[in-house]
């Protein structure tokens, strides 16, 4: 037994010479500086293997974070866009103007949508030979608006809106208020819509 004792000294002490305080050597057990730096070593890797990987919690709280941040945008989209002023026309390209059509292209109880640069606009010529011509954006939530000639009206599909055909004034539905008016005259035989 002694010389079983013997050789496992001797063959610690080999082993011992041989050691040079890596990673590799550090799980014989034989010399104690490699080994506690083996252990740093070790500890060091296991931090940097915690700094990559993403435990469940942390991926269902960056998820929830992140679905809550697109929720906010897609809720204040609609609030900023309510409180920023609409694009006003530059004055080079407002028109002031514009010849709709012909007198005998738009019979009696009878309207006609058009554009006005670039708003919707709606000419109406009425059942005493009357035009009268409005800007056609529904003043509830901005669709465009049409004469309905079995009504008598102008009307807004998009939440059953109706104004007055000769005044633009809101007599039925959501609107708030009435529509712009336009200025419409006949001048050689055409309809000509201007601003008032």
């Not at 945008?73 to 103007?97: F, H, N, Q, R, W």
């Not at 035009?131 to 998009?158: E, N, P, W």
Request: include cysteine; charge should be negative; glycine fraction near 8%.
């Amino acid at each position: 037994m002694e010389e079983n004792t013997e050789k496992k000294d001797q063959k610690d002490k080999q082993e011992q010479e041989e050691c040079d305080g890596t990673k590799s050597c550090a799980s014989c057990g034989s010399c104690s500086g490699g080994n506690d730096a083996a252990v740093e070593n070790d500890a060091a890797e296991d931090d940097n293997d915690d700094d990559k990987e993403l435990s469940r919690a942390q991926f269902i709280r960056g998820a929830f974070g992140l679905t809550v941040l697109c929720w906010s945008g897609v809720a204040a989209a609609p609030i900023l866009m309510y409180l920023s002023p609409p694009p006003v026309e530059d004055e080079k390209t407002k028109v002031t103007s514009i010849e709709v059509c012909k007198v005998s292209e738009l019979p009696k109880g009878t309207g006609k949508n058009f554009r006005f640069g670039s708003v919707p606009a709606l000419v109406i010529h009425t059942e005493d030979d009357q035009f009268h011509a409005f800007k056609a954006i529904c003043t509830h939530l901005g669709c465009t608006v049409q004469f309905r000639a079995d009504k008598k009206c102008i009307y807004c599909a998009c939440h059953g809106g109706e104004y007055d055909a000769e005044t633009g004034k809101n007599v039925a539905g959501p609107p708030p208020k009435p529509l712009a008016s336009l200025k419409a005259e006949v001048v050689d035989g055409k309809v000509i819509v201007s601003r008032a």
